[in-house]
């Protein structure tokens, strides 16, 4: 019996229903992924699977949040983070007339452990007042709960203790992040392989999402991002992911996992 032989038609129909191109996405990744979730509710084909995700929008919801990877964590990968605190703001710090004029976007943001991480590091160099940053994703549901602030004990595991202090522990080991950190991140629904971004960024975050993407895709994204960047700006990408022809994009390397926009 054929099973999932129309990807093709899937796919035109979801970016239909979304605006979701899965043709920018690599292929035999995304679609195991697909499979595995139709398969595990109950669906033996991708038309079928499509008429019920179009019906049922909670479903809808929660297959976009498990298509675009929501896998984060507050100070994941935490050698870059040190590196990001160290010398990357101190450097862009030095270029602005006043630090709480940095514009910073986290791009890619999930359900908010990256740009809330970006606030508690600021705050180390201006008090949260003064501290206002750019967070989007192209999930909704996950934009939502980041705007709640609520997370389970296991995504703060790599958190440094001196940022503890930001949390309150609510029931079942669910920690709420603090209202005036919450009050730094305004939250922006952005697909960035559609939409048009935001200008003149001192430092832009797009981490862990590259991977997922075919070269085309890469190649497009690369663009946009270094026309988002002012002069000089910061684009700072995951521990798995590089730019192979960053001269291509007005980049030059900065260091490990960072490249800066040339003038």
């Not at 191109?21 to 699977?49: P, T, V, W």
Request: glycine share 2%; net charge neutral; proline share 3%.
């Amino acid at each position: 019996m054929a099973v999932f032989q129309d990807y093709e038609e899937f796919k035109m129909l979801f970016y239909n229903l979304s605006h979701i191109d899965l043709n920018l996405y690599k292929e035999k990744q995304m679609k195991r992924r697909i499979i595995s979730f139709a398969e595990k509710h109950g669906f033996s084909s991708f038309l079928c699977f499509f008429e019920e995700i179009k019906e049922n929008r909670e479903m809808r919801d929660v297959f976009i949040g498990y298509l675009t990877i929501n896998v984060s964590e507050f100070y994941r990968n935490p050698a870059q983070w040190q590196l990001f605190e160290k010398k990357i703001l101190p450097a862009v710090f030095n270029q602005k007339k006043k630090m709480e004029d940095i514009r910073i976007w986290s791009s890619a943001c999930s359900t908010g452990e990256e740009p809330y991480t970006v606030v508690m590091i600021l705050n180390k160099f201006l008090p949260l007042e003064r501290i206002r940053i750019l967070a989007s994703d192209i999930d909704h549901d996950a934009m939502d709960k980041a705007k709640k602030g609520i997370y389970p004990e296991r995504n703060l595991r790599e958190l440094p203790s001196d940022f503890e202090k930001y949390f309150t522990k609510q029931d079942k080991d669910m920690y709420a992040i603090s209202e005036k950190v919450k009050r730094c991140v305004e939250f922006r629904n952005i697909n960035l392989l559609r939409d048009s971004f935001p200008r003149d960024m001192d430092i832009i975050l797009c981490r862990n999402v590259l991977i997922y993407f075919t070269e085309e895709a890469k190649e497009y994204l690369f663009e946009e991002l270094s026309k988002s960047l002012a002069p000089n700006g910061i684009l700072f990408i995951g521990s798995t992911e590089q730019i192979i022809n960053y001269q291509r994009y007005n980049l030059k390397p900065l260091d490990t996992f960072f490249y800066q926009k040339i003038v």
